[in-house]
Protein backbone atom coordinates (compact mmCIF):
# COMPACT_ATOMS: atom_id res chain seq x y z
CA UNK A 1 0.00 0.00 0.00
CA UNK A 2 0.89 3.85 -0.96
CA UNK A 3 -0.20 6.73 1.06
CA UNK A 4 0.56 10.31 -0.52
CA UNK A 5 0.86 13.38 1.78
CA UNK A 6 1.45 16.22 2.12
CA UNK A 7 3.05 18.98 4.65
CA UNK A 8 2.11 22.72 4.55
CA UNK A 9 5.50 24.02 6.31
CA UNK A 10 3.81 27.43 7.14
CA UNK A 11 0.29 26.53 8.24
CA UNK A 12 1.72 23.48 9.99
CA UNK A 13 -1.10 21.19 7.76
CA UNK A 14 -0.69 18.02 7.03
CA UNK A 15 -2.85 16.39 4.03
CA UNK A 16 -2.81 12.22 3.67
CA UNK A 17 -4.62 9.70 1.47
CA UNK A 18 -7.24 8.03 2.82
CA UNK A 19 -6.12 4.31 3.89
CA UNK A 20 -3.77 5.46 6.77
CA UNK A 21 -6.39 3.83 8.99
CA UNK A 22 -5.96 0.59 8.19
CA UNK A 23 -2.40 0.55 9.62
CA UNK A 24 -2.79 3.28 12.85
CA UNK A 25 -5.69 3.77 14.91
CA UNK A 26 -6.47 7.31 14.03
CA UNK A 27 -8.79 8.69 10.85
CA UNK A 28 -7.39 10.61 7.93
CA UNK A 29 -8.93 13.57 9.41
CA UNK A 30 -7.17 13.24 12.74
CA UNK A 31 -3.63 14.27 10.84
CA UNK A 32 -5.10 17.24 9.36
CA UNK A 33 -5.86 18.91 12.96
CA UNK A 34 -2.64 17.62 14.59
CA UNK A 35 0.24 17.38 12.28
CA UNK A 36 2.39 16.17 15.55
CA UNK A 37 0.14 12.36 15.33
CA UNK A 38 1.74 10.75 12.44
CA UNK A 39 5.30 11.94 14.05
CA UNK A 40 3.91 10.14 17.11
CA UNK A 41 2.66 6.93 14.59
CA UNK A 42 6.06 6.81 12.65
CA UNK A 43 8.08 6.90 15.72
CA UNK A 44 10.86 3.79 15.17
CA UNK A 45 11.07 1.17 16.85
CA UNK A 46 14.97 2.02 17.11
CA UNK A 47 16.69 5.00 17.13
CA UNK A 48 18.55 4.06 13.98
CA UNK A 49 16.26 5.94 11.49
CA UNK A 50 15.70 9.78 10.80
CA UNK A 51 12.76 11.24 12.66
CA UNK A 52 9.63 11.87 10.62
CA UNK A 53 10.01 15.90 11.06
CA UNK A 54 13.87 16.37 10.49
CA UNK A 55 12.85 14.27 7.09
CA UNK A 56 10.05 17.13 6.08
CA UNK A 57 12.80 20.41 6.60
CA UNK A 58 15.39 19.05 5.23
CA UNK A 59 15.89 20.87 1.98
CA UNK A 60 16.38 17.74 -0.24
CA UNK A 61 15.04 14.80 -1.61
CA UNK A 62 14.69 12.00 0.98
CA UNK A 63 14.35 8.17 1.22
CA UNK A 64 13.66 6.43 4.15
CA UNK A 65 13.57 3.05 5.83
CA UNK A 66 11.87 2.11 9.32
CA UNK A 67 10.17 -0.16 11.53
CA UNK A 68 6.90 0.85 13.34
CA UNK A 69 4.93 -0.64 15.54
CA UNK A 70 1.13 -0.87 13.94
CA UNK A 71 -2.06 -0.52 15.53
CA UNK A 72 -2.02 -4.51 16.09
CA UNK A 73 1.40 -3.70 17.76
CA UNK A 74 2.89 -5.65 15.29
CA UNK A 75 5.97 -4.96 13.26
CA UNK A 76 6.19 -3.13 9.97
CA UNK A 77 8.09 -1.55 7.36
CA UNK A 78 7.88 1.95 6.09
CA UNK A 79 9.23 3.46 3.43
CA UNK A 80 9.28 6.98 3.01
CA UNK A 81 9.98 9.53 0.65
CA UNK A 82 9.94 13.01 0.50
CA UNK A 83 10.21 15.97 -1.92
CA UNK A 84 10.51 19.31 -0.91
CA UNK A 85 9.41 22.49 -2.65
CA UNK A 86 10.63 26.16 -2.84
CA UNK A 87 9.52 29.49 -3.28
CA UNK A 88 10.71 32.13 -5.50
CA UNK A 89 13.22 32.97 -2.20
CA UNK A 90 14.18 29.44 -1.84
CA UNK A 91 12.65 28.75 0.97
CA UNK A 92 10.64 25.59 1.73
CA UNK A 93 7.32 26.33 1.51
CA UNK A 94 5.80 22.49 1.38
CA UNK A 95 7.21 19.13 1.45
CA UNK A 96 5.28 16.38 -0.58
CA UNK A 97 5.82 12.39 0.03
CA UNK A 98 4.93 8.99 0.04
CA UNK A 99 4.78 6.29 2.87
CA UNK A 100 5.17 2.58 0.81
CA UNK A 101 4.20 -0.69 3.13
CA UNK A 102 6.61 -2.76 2.17
CA UNK A 103 7.04 -5.18 4.93
CA UNK A 104 6.40 -8.11 2.41
CA UNK A 105 9.24 -7.28 0.95
CA UNK A 106 11.39 -6.84 3.91
CA UNK A 107 9.92 -10.55 5.28
CA UNK A 108 11.00 -11.91 2.18
CA UNK A 109 14.55 -10.25 2.52
CA UNK A 110 15.01 -12.09 5.83
CA UNK A 111 13.55 -14.91 4.74
CA UNK A 112 16.39 -14.91 1.72
CA UNK A 113 18.84 -13.99 4.30
CA UNK A 114 17.91 -16.87 6.69
CA UNK A 115 18.34 -19.34 3.81
CA UNK A 116 21.90 -18.14 2.66
CA UNK A 117 23.16 -17.56 6.22
CA UNK A 118 21.62 -20.16 8.77
CA UNK A 119 21.58 -23.80 8.89
CA UNK A 120 17.16 -24.98 8.29
CA UNK A 121 17.34 -27.77 10.64
CA UNK A 122 18.92 -25.80 13.96
CA UNK A 123 18.53 -22.58 12.26
CA UNK A 124 22.17 -21.90 13.49
CA UNK A 125 24.73 -19.79 11.35
CA UNK A 126 25.84 -21.61 8.53
CA UNK A 127 29.29 -22.51 6.60
CA UNK A 128 29.33 -19.39 4.95
CA UNK A 129 28.17 -17.29 7.82
CA UNK A 130 30.66 -19.02 10.50
CA UNK A 131 33.71 -17.93 7.38
CA UNK A 132 32.62 -14.61 7.21
CA UNK A 133 32.01 -14.21 11.16
CA UNK A 134 35.53 -15.38 11.50
CA UNK A 135 36.89 -13.24 8.87
CA UNK A 136 36.03 -10.29 10.89
CA UNK A 137 36.54 -11.66 14.40
CA UNK A 138 40.51 -12.35 13.13
CA UNK A 139 40.58 -8.86 11.74
CA UNK A 140 39.47 -7.83 14.72
CA UNK A 141 41.66 -9.56 17.11
CA UNK A 142 44.89 -8.71 15.13
CA UNK A 143 43.89 -4.73 15.60
CA UNK A 144 43.19 -5.31 19.36
CA UNK A 145 45.78 -7.77 20.03
CA UNK A 146 43.36 -10.29 21.38
CA UNK A 147 42.98 -13.78 21.93
CA UNK A 148 40.74 -15.83 19.29
CA UNK A 149 40.07 -19.33 19.43
CA UNK A 150 38.67 -21.98 16.93
CA UNK A 151 36.64 -25.12 18.41
CA UNK A 152 35.29 -28.02 15.78
CA UNK A 153 33.27 -30.53 17.19
CA UNK A 154 32.28 -33.75 16.01
CA UNK A 155 30.05 -36.32 17.13
CA UNK A 156 31.35 -39.82 17.59
CA UNK A 157 27.91 -42.42 17.34
CA UNK A 158 25.41 -39.73 15.18
CA UNK A 159 25.28 -42.52 12.20
CA UNK A 160 24.64 -45.12 14.18
CA UNK A 161 21.73 -43.43 15.58
CA UNK A 162 20.53 -41.89 12.31
CA UNK A 163 20.65 -45.99 11.33
CA UNK A 164 18.83 -47.16 14.30
CA UNK A 165 16.03 -44.11 14.80
CA UNK A 166 16.32 -42.59 11.33
CA UNK A 167 16.83 -39.12 10.29
CA UNK A 168 13.81 -38.00 12.19
CA UNK A 169 15.27 -39.12 15.20
CA UNK A 170 19.18 -37.86 14.37
CA UNK A 171 17.19 -34.49 13.08
CA UNK A 172 15.97 -34.42 16.80
CA UNK A 173 19.46 -35.30 18.11
CA UNK A 174 21.08 -32.68 16.21
CA UNK A 175 18.46 -30.20 17.78
CA UNK A 176 18.90 -31.35 21.88
CA UNK A 177 22.44 -30.62 20.94
CA UNK A 178 22.67 -27.56 19.98
CA UNK A 179 20.17 -26.66 23.04
CA UNK A 180 23.08 -27.99 24.76
CA UNK A 181 26.04 -26.46 23.43
CA UNK A 182 23.81 -23.28 24.20
CA UNK A 183 23.96 -24.14 27.83
CA UNK A 184 27.87 -24.23 27.74
CA UNK A 185 29.09 -21.25 25.86
CA UNK A 186 28.67 -17.28 26.55
CA UNK A 187 26.19 -15.19 24.62
CA UNK A 188 28.96 -13.56 22.57
CA UNK A 189 30.19 -16.96 21.30
CA UNK A 190 29.40 -18.28 18.42
CA UNK A 191 28.03 -21.37 17.64
CA UNK A 192 27.17 -22.57 14.11
CA UNK A 193 26.88 -25.91 12.18
CA UNK A 194 28.88 -27.02 9.23
CA UNK A 195 27.05 -29.38 8.29
CA UNK A 196 26.17 -33.29 9.18
CA UNK A 197 27.43 -33.63 12.74
CA UNK A 198 29.95 -31.20 13.16
CA UNK A 199 29.67 -27.64 14.49
CA UNK A 200 32.35 -24.60 15.11
CA UNK A 201 32.68 -22.43 17.73
CA UNK A 202 34.43 -19.21 17.82
CA UNK A 203 35.79 -17.47 20.99
CA UNK A 204 37.12 -13.96 20.98
CA UNK A 205 39.19 -12.38 24.13
CA UNK A 206 39.03 -15.98 26.02
CA UNK A 207 42.25 -17.48 27.77
CA UNK A 208 42.89 -20.71 27.28
CA UNK A 209 41.60 -21.81 30.73
CA UNK A 210 38.32 -20.69 30.02
CA UNK A 211 38.55 -22.58 26.99
CA UNK A 212 39.76 -26.14 28.66
CA UNK A 213 36.56 -25.51 30.98
CA UNK A 214 33.93 -24.86 28.16
CA UNK A 215 35.47 -27.73 26.07
CA UNK A 216 35.41 -30.00 29.46
CA UNK A 217 31.58 -28.87 29.81
CA UNK A 218 30.96 -29.50 26.59
CA UNK A 219 32.13 -33.13 26.40
CA UNK A 220 30.05 -33.44 30.24
CA UNK A 221 27.10 -32.01 28.84
CA UNK A 222 26.52 -33.06 25.32
CA UNK A 223 27.75 -37.46 26.10
CA UNK A 224 24.23 -37.07 28.31
CA UNK A 225 21.96 -40.11 26.89
CA UNK A 226 19.36 -38.45 25.07
CA UNK A 227 15.70 -39.70 24.91
CA UNK A 228 14.38 -40.43 21.30
CA UNK A 229 11.13 -41.77 21.45
CA UNK A 230 11.35 -44.14 24.21
CA UNK A 231 14.68 -45.09 23.19
CA UNK A 232 18.10 -43.68 24.73
CA UNK A 233 20.66 -42.35 22.12
CA UNK A 234 24.33 -41.26 22.97
CA UNK A 235 26.81 -39.61 21.07
CA UNK A 236 30.03 -37.87 22.40
CA UNK A 237 32.03 -35.00 20.66
CA UNK A 238 35.54 -35.03 19.36
CA UNK A 239 36.75 -31.51 19.98
CA UNK A 240 39.91 -30.15 18.26
CA UNK A 241 40.52 -26.48 18.96
CA UNK A 242 43.49 -23.82 17.53
CA UNK A 243 44.61 -20.78 19.08
CA UNK A 244 45.20 -17.25 17.69
CA UNK A 245 48.16 -16.28 17.57
CA UNK A 246 50.20 -19.06 17.71
CA UNK A 247 48.62 -21.46 16.08
CA UNK A 248 47.61 -19.57 12.87
CA UNK A 249 47.85 -15.99 12.09
CA UNK A 250 45.28 -16.65 9.13
CA UNK A 251 41.72 -18.58 8.69
CA UNK A 252 43.47 -21.22 6.82
CA UNK A 253 45.89 -22.41 8.84
CA UNK A 254 43.48 -21.85 12.01
CA UNK A 255 40.93 -23.83 10.22
CA UNK A 256 43.59 -26.84 8.96
CA UNK A 257 45.24 -26.97 12.59
CA UNK A 258 41.67 -27.10 14.57
CA UNK A 259 40.53 -29.85 12.03
CA UNK A 260 44.08 -31.78 12.57
CA UNK A 261 43.47 -31.61 16.15
CA UNK A 262 39.82 -32.70 16.13
CA UNK A 263 40.83 -35.98 14.30
CA UNK A 264 43.23 -36.50 16.62
CA UNK A 265 41.40 -36.42 19.30
CA UNK A 266 38.82 -38.58 17.57
CA UNK A 267 41.66 -41.40 16.53
CA UNK A 268 43.19 -41.11 19.88
CA UNK A 269 39.76 -42.24 21.80
CA UNK A 270 37.27 -40.11 21.11
CA UNK A 271 34.91 -38.24 23.52
CA UNK A 272 37.98 -35.90 24.34
CA UNK A 273 39.09 -32.79 23.11
CA UNK A 274 43.13 -31.66 22.05
CA UNK A 275 44.51 -27.92 21.23
CA UNK A 276 46.99 -28.25 17.94
CA UNK A 277 50.14 -28.42 19.07
CA UNK A 278 53.45 -28.21 16.95
CA UNK A 279 53.51 -32.23 16.71
CA UNK A 280 50.68 -32.84 14.53
CA UNK A 281 52.10 -30.29 11.82
CA UNK A 282 52.40 -33.31 9.80
CA UNK A 283 49.15 -35.35 11.13
CA UNK A 284 47.27 -37.31 8.12
CA UNK A 285 43.98 -37.73 9.60
CA UNK A 286 42.43 -41.11 8.29
CA UNK A 287 39.20 -39.25 7.25
CA UNK A 288 39.50 -36.48 4.34
CA UNK A 289 37.01 -34.03 2.81
CA UNK A 290 35.85 -31.91 5.87
CA UNK A 291 38.90 -29.77 5.65
CA UNK A 292 38.39 -29.05 2.11
CA UNK A 293 34.58 -28.31 1.93
CA UNK A 294 35.67 -25.64 4.76
CA UNK A 295 38.52 -24.32 2.45
CA UNK A 296 36.07 -24.21 -0.15
CA UNK A 297 33.65 -21.75 1.17
CA UNK A 298 37.04 -19.66 2.37
CA UNK A 299 38.16 -19.25 -1.20
CA UNK A 300 34.03 -18.54 -2.09
CA UNK A 301 33.90 -15.74 0.51
CA UNK A 302 37.94 -14.29 -0.47
CA UNK A 303 36.34 -14.30 -4.57
CA UNK A 304 33.30 -12.30 -3.41
CA UNK A 305 35.18 -9.99 -1.30
CA UNK A 306 37.39 -9.12 -4.66
CA UNK A 307 34.81 -8.31 -6.90
Known sequence: MKYFFSFNLKENGLFITRGIEYLFSYQQEDYRQNVRLIETVLKPIDDSSMAFRDQLVANRKMRNQLAVLDKNNQKRWLEISTTPRFDSANDIIRVDGMISDITKRKQLEEYLRQMAYYDELTDLPNRKLILKHLRIALARSKR????????????????????????????????????????????????????????????????????????????????????????????????????????????????????????????????????????????????????????????????????
Not at 178 to 185: A, D, F, I, K, T
Open 144 to 307: HQHSLSIMFIDLDGFKKVNDTLGHEGGDYLLKEVVSRLYNCVREEDLTGRLGGDEFMIVFEETTQAEIVGIAERILSVVSKPYMIDDCEAKVSPSIGISLFPQDGEDIETLIQNADKAMYYAKEKGKGTYQFYTSELENYQSKKVGFFEKVMESVSKIKETYKR
